[in-house]
């Protein structure tokens, strides 16, 4: 008889929310709990936070302790932080239960270089415990890192890869476009960008180092530049009803580059922002042969991120244990009719 995988989800903030609802709907996966740390939200019903039929028997967890202590659990989700400071702790509590854990935490996605000891660390607990890490989403963990490395497999030789994701960010859920700083001035937002109140995109070094790891290349150093802020050039209101004036912010640049003997070896340009322009996600490897490769369209985020969560499930429970990235994990793909065995 075909079981379901036991899920468990950390995080409900709107891309927690996105995943749970696939979750949810997805007939091969039983969601087991569900934790966020904000006080309103504790004793609330899943179903009436999602309004959705399914998850109003699923009440609202302020933290694992009591979840560990009474579920079987396959796979806890988290969908917090996207730095792995902040969802170390929560990882090792996991890990130590005998637990795997998916992570859409950014850092998580290629931690190695950035956190060795840290990464070091969950490693040896994943190992002991028998159990797999691993960070994804659709950026870092599959559109910038993952699918470059793989359309490279028919080149005899490759000399630089160039990425480009390119969105209209006011398709975007709210709280993205004011991470983006839309709506703010040029002074504002660069104010917040250096007190890093907005981000702008996290995890471009740690897709390059994914990419240089798995094709062997080396570099003389990366360079992520501090984001650069899009101009809006007439008037426009935001799908959250705020007026944006011209002159202002309608979205970001973000950019990296390893460089090896003053080349660009690897270059990832992030674009999102507000407006009629075209959409898309283009890799360009310059080698033997050349390969451009162009999703028209772009691969919307939310749903591509909560969809990577959700296929992997499977396939990490059945991956070697440790800290893995998505270069070390069998070919993803829609696991949608993949039961528990």
């Not at 967890?61 to 932080?81: P, Q």
């Not at 850092?107 to 994804?136: C, H, M, R, W």
């Amino acid at each position: 008889m075909a079981k379901k995988f036991n899920v468990v989800q950390v995080g409900l903030g709107p891309m927690g929310r996105i995943i749970a609802k696939l979750i949810l709907n997805r007939e091969n996966l039983s969601l087991n709990g569900v934790v966020d740390i904000d006080p309103n939200l504790k004793g609330k019903s899943l179903g009436e936070l999602l309004e959705v039929e399914k998850g109003f028997n699923t009440i609202i967890e302020s933290d694992l302790n009591g979840i560990l202590l009474r579920k079987e659990i396959d796979v806890i989700i988290t969908a917090t932080s996207s730095y792995l400071e902040k969802v170390a702790p929560l990882i090792k509590q996991a890990v130590e239960s005998g637990i795997n854990i998916i992570s859409i935490c950014e850092e998580l996605s290629y931690p190695f270089l950035y956190q060795p000891k840290l990464s070091e660390e969950l490693d040896l607990i994943a190992k002991a415990n028998n159990v797999t890490v691993v960070g994804t989403g659709i950026n870092p963990g599959y559109l910038m890192d993952l699918l470059p490395i793989v359309i490279t497999a028919p080149c005899q030789s490759v000399k630089s890869i160039k990425v480009t994701r390119m969105m209209n960010s006011a398709k975007r859920r709210v709280s993205f476009q004011r991470k983006i700083g839309t709506g703010l001035s040029p002074n504002e937002f660069r104010q917040k960008i250096d007190n890093k109140e907005i981000t702008g995109h996290v995890g471009l070094t740690q897709s390059i180092q994914m990419i240089c790891d798995a094709l062997g290349f080396e570099y003389d150093e990366i360079k992520e530049f501090p984001p650069k802020e899009m101009i809006i050039e007439e008037d426009f209101t935001t799908s959250y009803g705020e007026k944006v004036l011209k002159g202002n912010v309608c979205g970001l640049q973000s950019k990296a580059v390893a460089i090896k003997d003053d080349n660009e070896l690897v270059l990832l340009d992030f674009v999102a922002y507000a407006g009629e322009h075209e959409e898309y996600d283009s890799i360009e490897i310059e080698g033997t042969p050349n390969i451009h490769q162009k999703i028209i369209g772009g691969v919307h985020g939310d749903l591509g991120t909560s969809a990577m969560v959700a296929n992997l499930i499977p396939i990490v429970i059945k991956a070697r244990s440790g800290l893995l990235t998505m270069k070390d994990l069998p070919v993803p793909c829609n696991t949608e009719n993949i039961w528990k065995e």
